[in-house]
């Protein structure tokens, strides 16, 4: 079965430094998403990204954050002057509007820690 | 807002039933999923209800809908150790719209 996949599955770096992670959705799906887990805390969104835009942000997806698809199969959430709080795990996913059912499907993660 | 609340732990004797609640605030979602979380791993979609549906069984999973009180709940059957893991159950208002996830369910299957 078709999966997203996200690199790397962990990144360690230090505050104030920019980090990238990468995603590759589902190939033929058309709606690209960003979550990020704080240890212990809610699933929360950040982005939705649909035909070469954003299309929806959260109030935590500020000036700091930016999405991009380069090409047409990687997706990538970049995080500029990182801070202490930057430290979660950051779920992609991606979704094909098909008949209305929307399932998202999930990456593994990346966990992203700031020293 | 939206916002989905879940209780936070459940145990369960090793093929005992479970039951794992869930209650959402906005009358207007449309699709609501269950996820399963393994320590370590991501989201694994495990079923969803479109929410003109009261119930939808697939396999060991039964899911129930109470549009009426905004009340999902998910139940497996004959819960097995492997199924130890955070349950999360989300909403959505369809197409290309975010996830609203819940806290998570801690499901802890006892031999």
């Known amino acids: 079965e078709p999966e997203v996949t996200q690199t790397p599955s962990h990144q360690v770096t230090q505050m104030g430094q920019e980090v990238i992670l990468r995603c590759v959705p589902i190939?033929?799906?058309?709606?690209f998403y960003w979550y990020r887990q704080i240890l212990g805390q809610k699933v929360e969104f950040l982005v939705s990204?649909?035909?070469?835009?954003?299309?929806?942000k959260s109030e935590i997806f500020d000036d700091q954050f930016s999405v991009e698809r380069p090409d047409g199969s990687n997706f990538t959430l970049k995080i500029r002057s990182t801070k202490l709080e930057d430290s979660a795990m950051y779920f992609c996913?991606?979704?094909?509007?098909?008949?209305?059912?929307?399932?998202?499907?999930f990456g593994d993660g990346t966990r992203l820690s700031i020293l | 807002g939206e916002d989905v609340e879940q209780s936070l732990f459940l145990s369960v004797r090793e093929g005992d039933s479970s039951v794992i609640n869930c209650t959402y605030t906005d009358s207007s979602s449309t699709y609501l999923y269950w996820y399963k979380q393994e320590p370590g791993a991501g989201l694994q979609l495990l079923t969803y209800?479109?929410?003109?549906?009261d119930m939808k069984q697939d396999q060991r999973l039964t899911v129930l809908l109470n549009k009426k009180d905004k009340h999902l709940s998910l139940r497996i059957a004959d819960t097995q150790t492997g199924d130890s893991a955070i349950y999360f159950c989300?909403?959505?208002?369809?197409?290309?719209?975010?996830?609203?996830f819940g806290p998570g369910t801690r499901l802890s299957v006892l031999p």
């Open positions: 190939s033929n799906h058309l709606y």
């Open positions: 209800i479109f929410s003109n549906m």
């Open positions: 996913a991606s979704s094909r509007p098909t008949g209305g059912n929307q399932p998202q499907h």
């Open positions: 989300a909403e959505s208002m369809g197409y290309g719209q975010n996830f609203v």
């Open positions: 990204f649909y035909n070469n835009e954003i299309s929806e």
